[in-house]
């Protein structure tokens, strides 16, 4: 194929032209306030702050080519996060976890990464083996992860983080000045991207979610691979939950009530099909960022914060519509 013939295909992809929006948006922000917007500053803490719900969105990409959705990830997080930040508390003398050492830092990673697995790994085997809509599945896993969180911390946020966790993966940086939270998101991406478009289980991620009948009948164990894909779902929002403790130094259980929405729209945005069968890391990656960066350029530009979710939501309606006329236009031919 020549250079030419790969553009044009590219052109014809939804992934191009989502990036040619998120292009627009960026240069729009950097011309209404070139002194405030196109800074290092504000790119990196674009990045950082895009870090945590990119890794949600890395598991939610699988989940949706399934033709399947998650609406618990946020509230995973947030379990997740108060899972590790109470066994680095219980660990510590006095239950003080502010001077914890790297070995209880490592024990409450674990824990995080355990929490989040556990909870995908319900919601996989409801889904997949009881074969309940995952949608409702999920949904209750939404209220029972937060119900859970709040259990175990009476309803109070946990605010004795452990200093070398934030000043390493919270506030650290490496290789010149690229935060370790980047870092962490570009790994999970990068993973991600080679597993659903370079391997066997990603085949099987898209042929369960263009047809899950005809996957099963050409032998693909259908509810073996459902289950690791909301296990993976679930362990990326452990991920998640982890790096958020690291960054904020508190669980903030009363924050992080629409990061499912945000994920699914970063996802759709991107051009994953709710229907299934289609989508893309890096169609995930740009989906992802375009919310982000309307916020930032909404609060630098001085945009009452109110038009923010307004603005998030029309593209995400615009998203899906495009994606249903792609669908129907596909079907014609």
Same mark, same amino acid.
């Given at each position: 194929?020549? /250079?030419?013939? %790969?553009?044009?295909?590219?052109?014809?992809?939804?992934?191009? /032209?989502?990036?040619?929006?998120?292009?627009?948006?960026?240069?729009?922000?950097?011309?209404?306030?070139?002194?405030?917007?196109?800074?290092?500053?504000?790119?990196?803490?674009?990045?950082?702050?895009?870090?945590?719900?990119?890794?949600?969105?890395?598991?939610?990409?699988?989940?949706?080519?399934?033709?399947? @959705?998650?609406?618990?990830?946020?509230?995973?997080?947030?379990?997740?996060?108060?899972?590790?930040?109470?066994?680095?508390?219980?660990?510590?003398?006095?239950?003080?976890?502010?001077?914890?050492?790297?070995? @209880?830092?490592?024990?409450?990673?674990?824990?995080?990464?355990?929490?989040?697995?556990?909870?995908?790994?319900?919601?996989?085997?409801?889904?997949?083996?009881?074969?309940?809509?995952?949608?409702?599945?999920?949904?209750?896993?939404?209220?029972?992860?937060?119900?859970?969180?709040?259990?175990?911390?009476?309803?109070?946020?946990?605010?004795?983080?452990?200093?070398?966790?934030?000043?390493?993966?919270?506030?650290?940086?490496?290789?010149?000045?690229?935060?370790?939270?980047?870092?962490?998101?570009?790994? @999970?991406?990068?993973?991600?991207? /080679?597993?659903?478009?370079?391997?066997?289980?990603?085949?099987?991620?898209?042929?369960?979610?263009?047809?899950?009948?005809?996957?099963?009948?050409?032998?693909?164990?259908?509810?073996?691979?459902?289950?690791?894909?909301?296990?993976?779902?679930?362990?990326?929002?452990?991920?998640?939950?982890?790096?958020?403790?690291?960054?904020?130094?508190?669980?903030?259980?009363?924050?992080?009530?629409?990061?499912?929405?945000?994920?699914? %729209?970063?996802?759709?945005?991107?051009?994953?099909?709710?229907?299934?069968?289609?989508?893309?890391?890096?169609?995930?990656?740009?989906?992802?960022?375009?919310?982000?960066?309307?916020?930032?350029?909404?609060?630098?530009?001085?945009?009452?914060?109110?038009?923010?979710?307004?603005?998030?939501?029309?593209?995400?309606?615009? %998203?899906? /519509?495009?994606?249903?006329?792609?669908?129907?236009?596909?079907?014609?031919?």
């Amino acid at each position: 194929m020549t /250079w030419q013939g %790969a553009l044009r295909r590219l052109a014809g992809t939804g992934t191009f /032209w989502i990036g040619i929006v998120l292009v627009i948006l960026y240069l729009a922000f950097s011309i209404a306030r070139p002194d405030a917007f196109p800074t290092r500053f504000t790119f990196q803490t674009l990045l950082i702050e895009t870090s945590v719900l990119l890794v949600l969105s890395i598991g939610m990409t699988f989940v949706i080519v399934t033709a399947g @959705i998650d609406l618990s990830v946020g509230m995973v997080l947030i379990f997740s996060g108060v899972l590790a930040a109470k066994t680095m508390e219980w660990l510590s003398p006095g239950g003080d976890a502010t001077h914890a050492g790297w070995g @209880i830092i490592g024990l409450g990673l674990l824990l995080s990464l355990a929490g989040g697995a556990i909870w995908g790994l319900v919601n996989g085997f409801l889904v997949a083996k009881a074969k309940i809509p995952p949608l409702i599945v999920t949904l209750g896993s939404f209220g029972a992860a937060l119900g859970a969180a709040q259990l175990i911390t009476g309803g109070v946020d946990t605010r004795t983080v452990p200093e070398k966790l934030r000043d390493s993966l919270g506030f650290g940086t490496v290789l010149g000045g690229i935060p370790d939270l980047v870092l962490v998101a570009a790994v @999970i991406t990068l993973v991600g991207a /080679w597993l659903l478009h370079t391997t066997r289980f990603g085949r099987y991620t898209y042929a369960i979610g263009s047809n899950a009948e005809a996957a099963r009948r050409a032998g693909i164990g259908v509810t073996r691979h459902l289950v690791l894909v909301y296990l993976m779902a679930g362990m990326l929002s452990g991920l998640a939950g982890f790096m958020n403790l690291a960054y904020f130094g508190t669980t903030t259980i009363a924050g992080h009530g629409t990061d499912n929405l945000d994920a699914i %729209a970063g996802v759709v945005i991107g051009g994953t099909s709710l229907f299934g069968g289609v989508g893309s890391v890096l169609g995930t990656v740009i989906g992802v960022f375009i919310p982000s960066v309307l916020r930032k350029g909404f609060v630098i530009v001085g945009v009452p914060v109110f038009w923010q979710p307004i603005a998030v939501s029309v593209v995400l309606v615009a %998203a899906v /519509w495009f994606d249903q006329i792609r669908r129907r236009s596909r079907d014609r031919k």
